[in-house]
């Protein structure tokens, strides 16, 4: 996986700069993840497509950052750094797990006070703020964190069986278990833009009716795409989700709904 591109922006890099892009993707990753976890899909992405990816503190080039505890928070420090490099180009923000709820508390963010909406929501992997989903991985020793991490196989292997790289995620992943696990909205918190909800047809955690929930969240277009495999079914089907991606953005420049 690539390290962190430079970026004069303390919360999101760039690894694949397109200046002239027409459009820019802004990635928000899961509990435990980094902005290298939108790497591959940046590289897959369409020259007409700039992904930003945050980069959360508490990891990799940020680890001697303290570790934000809310999704609110994390919203509000991408919001902070996010209207100036998105500015005079249409954006979507795309967020997986954790990143699904960050991007939203985002997005409501950016309507209610930003230079310029979101033209469209992509949630992946992630239940609807209002739907109750505490499971208190946050409370388990660090045996009971590593078992959550091989059940959703989405961390590489090597991590999990090395001590010394398990020490430094560890702590990180518990801070943001607890802010994924302690989300939850009401009904009436909604986006106006259009919502796109990703899921795993075999995700444990996540149920298809608890990702069908997001469209009571929005009072624009909502689509819904379920593809096969887990939590991680982003990384099984990543040419789907960049086609979807770019056919969503794409649509915003024409007459007419972006999903129905």
Known sequence: MAPPAPSKSSWFRTFHPRPQARFTLVCLPYAGGSASAFFSLSRRLPADVEVL??????RQDRLREPCLETVPDLARGAFDE????VAGRPFALFGHSLGGAVAFELARLLERGGPAAPCALFVSGRRAPSVEGDRGV????????VDELRELEGTDSRVLDEPELLRLVLPTLRADYGAAETHRTGADAVVAGPVVALAGDRDPHVGLDEVEAWRGHTTGAFEMKVFPGGHFFLTDHEPEIAALVTDTLHATLRPGPVAG
């Open 53 to 58: 990816a945050a980069q959360y503190p508490g």
């Open 138 to 145: 946050r409370f388990r020793d660090d045996e009971g964190l």
């Open 82 to 85: 996010l209207g100036a490099l």
